[in-house]
């Protein structure tokens, strides 16, 4: 058990209504290594009281959150998401999921492999008023910041790994890079069918001389550098999603901006 996941463990078994916590993926088979994200299931006697404490907790202990995504849910006594926090290892994201009990857990999770590391000396206590359900989210466009964050993430494991999805990773961006720079001269609200030689070619006629040099380097084929163009794309994608934001009075957050171009910058050079 690595030092992270270790605190994140200690904090919330010290916690009253968890009575249970389990690890689940691979970590539940094999040792983890630095690539591995902490997917644990906590189990929770009082469900209010654990989605309004759970992130004060780790802030409180030291476990400074860059970004928090809570998966939108209609399911009941079920609270799942994902974090990832500064100044730690860039791979260590944080999956949580916090039931009521087994029958809680989602159905995709059923077939795959779960291990208990704590169980509290009152694990059948549960609370009198189980009912749970998850307030419906705002939508806030610092989810894209946060979807480009995840694919930078996979995309450098990957790369490490010498793993053939990394070129999985590395088109998805590039739709995304594509999408965004047609939104940009089309109309931000405009959705495009998905990207082919038609709308490339009609982009291209489009582009600022800026956009056209960028655009030449990314797409580059003949010179073609994976790492140095993977940092462009995400540069460039960050400077789409700010005049995005600003154009339309939405949230970006300079600080995941920040954080992410770092931890590439360490990651692939």
């Not at 809680?104 to 359900?133: A, E, G, L, Q, R």
């Not at 594509?178 to 609200?189: A, P």
Request: hydrophobic content about 35%.
């Amino acid at each position: 058990m690595d030092l992270l996941e270790n605190k994140i463990i200690n904090i919330f078994s010290k916690q009253d209504e968890i009575f249970a916590i389990d690890i689940y993926g691979k970590g539940a088979l094999s040792p983890k290594d630095k690539f591995s994200d902490i997917d644990l299931f906590f189990y929770s006697t009082d469900l209010h009281k654990s989605y309004d404490n759970y992130l004060k907790l780790l802030e409180n202990n030291g476990l400074n959150i860059l970004f928090n995504f809570q998966y939108p849910s209609e399911q009941i006594n079920y609270i799942s998401g994902y974090i990832v926090f500064k100044n730690q290892c860039f791979y260590q994201k944080l999956d949580y999921n916090f039931v009521h009990s087994r029958r809680s857990i989602p159905t995709m999770y059923i077939d795959m492999p779960i291990k208990n590391i704590y169980m509290s000396k009152n694990s059948y206590v549960h609370s009198s008023n189980p009912s749970f359900y998850l307030p419906k989210p705002s939508p806030c466009s610092v989810q894209t910041q946060e979807s480009i964050y995840l694919n930078s993430i996979a995309f450098c494991k990957c790369h490490h790994r010498s793993d053939l999805n990394v070129w999985t990773y590395w088109n998805s961006l590039i739709e995304i890079y594509l999408e965004l720079l047609i939104q940009k001269y089309s109309g931000w609200d405009n959705f495009s069918r998905g990207i082919n030689k038609s709308s490339r070619k009609n982009l291209r006629e489009k582009l600022s001389t800026e956009d056209k040099l960028d655009y030449v380097k990314i797409l580059n084929v003949k010179n073609f550098n994976i790492k140095k163009q993977y940092i462009l794309c995400v540069e460039s994608i960050n400077k789409l999603l700010s005049l995005k934001a600003y154009d339309l009075f939405e949230f970006y957050s300079k600080e995941i901006e920040k954080e992410l171009l770092k931890n590439l910058a360490n990651e692939l050079y």
